[in-house]
DNA sequence: CCAAGTAGCTTAGATGCTAAGCGAAATAGG
DNA sequence: CCTATTTCGCTTAGCATCTAAGCTACTTGG
């Protein structure tokens, strides 16, 4: 239960792939829901939203690919962060049936108070580690990303492949 | 764009906390929503499933008191991973009320084929790292488990504090 | 035994997602 | 130039799931 009783090689690693990455996965799902409902919004909107923050500017369609929702959704998600006012629509001048989703930047007082906290205590995330151990650990990190959209785009052709085969046992 | 342009100390270290962690965080709610799908299960029940996997049996309350869903959403949680045989119910020997939820281990083949493969491929993320290269991600690692659930709690405590301010400009 | 607290379920209402289909705009082919 | 096809975003109907409130059953303390 406490951090600091590994001792093997392997372990070590295998530790890290099934045991941290699956706690990590947990509990950074919940960490985000929680900012969501922080923030006034439902956990798609969130998540559409951080998209939008890290990837800038993009279309609804890609948002819909991205995230594996529908068109349909999608609108609904953009209607309301557009209400709340954490985007802007522009119409594509190099095509009229697009509309260029905009994140807004200049964040209300609310978001500033939450995430400069959160930011704060972040910075003891990374104390007492040296330069080394920092390009480790991003490195780790990085790979992690990749992996994680890397298995997303194959579950998702798997499920495509399946097609339907429900009501298995009903 | 790609991974290995890091020049400066303290740069690294605000890279890491503010844009690759941020960066995971989004891929991995992403990632977990696609396991969901994949399983037939909603994100909400799929993140009760991991809390019972990674904390062992536990009762209806507490679960509601992680995922912060009301006892209402956890009937409903319950109920259907229940049918979908992921867990057992049984009474509390010692309080009559209680019901002890546990998660079934023996999964079925579609588990082990989308977890194995998922599981071979996790190896790479700690390729080529060394010992003390692998402890230092550990450790980051678990602090950033404490970080969310500290985070998530202090989100909820104020959520308390600050009530109903709702209506805020329709 | 009775009062108060706790656990889980039920219900009503609201929200948000999917699936299917629409019109408008861009592209391809003749 | 003109038509056919594709793509994009939106609308609608239906459904799944969440919250809020209230209920019953059980436990605990006087």
Chains 1, 2 share one sequence.
């Not at 792939?17 to 947990?26: A, H, Y």
């Not at 998540?47 to 609904?76: F, H, P, Q």
């Amino acid at each position: 239960m406490n951090g600091s009783m590994w001792d093997g090689r392997d372990d070590l690693a295998d530790v890290i792939t099934s045991d941290l990455s699956r706690r990590l996965s947990t509990a950074t799902v919940l960490f985000h829901h929680a900012v969501a409902e922080r923030l006034g919004l439902g956990p798609t909107d969130h998540k559409c939203l951080d998209l939008l923050y890290e990837r800038g500017a993009m279309t609804g369609s890609e948002l819909a690919a991205i995230t594996g929702l529908t068109t349909g959704a999608v609108t609904g998600v953009v209607a309301r962060l557009e209400k709340a006012r954490h985007l802007t629509r522009e119409p594509d001048p190099r095509d009229g049936r697009k509309q260029i989703l905009r994140p807004v930047f200049d964040a209300s007082p609310e978001i500033v108070e939450v995430f400069g906290s959160i930011r704060d205590d972040a910075a003891g995330l990374v104390a007492g580690f040296d330069d080394h151990e920092l390009a480790a650990i991003a490195e780790f990190i990085s790979r992690s990303i990749d992996f994680s959209y890397r298995r997303v785009a194959i579950m998702r052709t798997e499920a495509i492949s399946r097609v339907k085969e429900k009501d298995h046992d009903r």
